[in-house]
T-cell receptor, first 112, second 116 residues
Framework: GDSVTQMEGPVTLSEEAFLTINCTYTATGYPSLFWYVQYPGEGLQLLLKATKADDKGSNKGFEATYRKETTSFHLEKGSVQVSDSAVYFCALGHFGNEKLTFGTGTRLTIIP | EAEVAQSPRYKITEKSQAVAFWCDPISGHATLYWYRQILGQGPELLVQFQDESVVDDSQLPKDRFSAERLKGVDSTLKIQPAELGDSAMYLC??????????????FGPGTRLTVL
């Protein structure tokens, strides 16, 4: 079955530091890949997505590239802000059956 | 901006009691999902509806959990009887059904259940 593995947290960085959160997956076929963000007390919000190999998803300064050869979808941001503090989830889904399989989440804390 | 509504936001109950959660999806969204998120883990799908029909309930513990979406709009998830291990966040999501692309899921704020 499908599975998603994320780097374990929590991750603590200083403001303006470079961020990488690793994500690898196991899936049949050609899944779509997602990063969701969950701010304290809120539901999940879609941050970015990629639907085929070599696609790059980007939003709010975050980027992730769908690497089929390494089955990875690592999240990166060049300069993090305090407001980026949240829990980040990597997920995958299949076209035609859009239920999502999530990783365990990575808690990110940015200190001023 | 349209949002997925859930209530209650928080629920504390004693084990062996019955609890129910309600979800109102974004208007026009045919697909509705219930996920369970245990603390420190990612959400796991419990049940998926297409309109009023169940598409996938393979991970729903059917001896104690039930879900319905009678008119294909809002939905109720019930647990009876609740057990200590049911303490979790219960998330509802909805998505439109549009041909030709992946249909994004929109999540509600969740119901945090604590079973004592």
């Amino acid at each position: 079955g499908d599975s998603v593995t994320q780097m374990e947290g929590p991750v603590t960085l200083s403001e303006e530091a470079f961020l990488t959160i690793n994500c690898t997956y196991t899936a049949t076929g050609y899944p779509s890949l997602f990063w969701y963000v969950q701010y304290p007390g809120e539901g999940l919000q879609l941050l970015l997505k990629a639907t085929k190999a070599d696609d790059k998803g980007s939003n709010k300064g975050f980027e992730a590239t769908y690497r089929k050869e390494t089955t990875s979808f690592h999240l990166e941001k060049g300069s993090v802000q305090v407001s980026d503090s949240a829990v980040y989830f990597c997920a995958l889904g299949h076209f035609g059956n859009e239920k999502l399989t999530f990783g365990t989440g990575t808690r990110l804390t940015i200190i001023p | 901006e349209a949002e997925v509504a859930q209530s209650p936001r928080y629920k504390i109950t004693e084990k062996s009691q019955a609890v129910a959660f309600w979800c109102d999806p974004i208007s026009g969204h045919a697909t509705l999902y219930w996920y369970r998120q245990i603390l420190g883990q990612g959400p796991e799908l419990l049940v998926q509806f297409q309109d009023e029909s169940v598409v996938d309930d393979s991970q729903l513990p059917k001896d104690r959990f039930s879900a319905e979406r009678l008119k294909g709009v809002d939905s109720t998830l019930k647990i009876q009887p609740a057990e200590l291990g049911d303490s979790a966040m219960y998330l509802c999501a909805s998505s439109p059904t549009q041909a030709g692309g992946y249909n994004e899921q929109f999540f509600g704020p969740g119901t945090r259940l604590t079973v004592l």
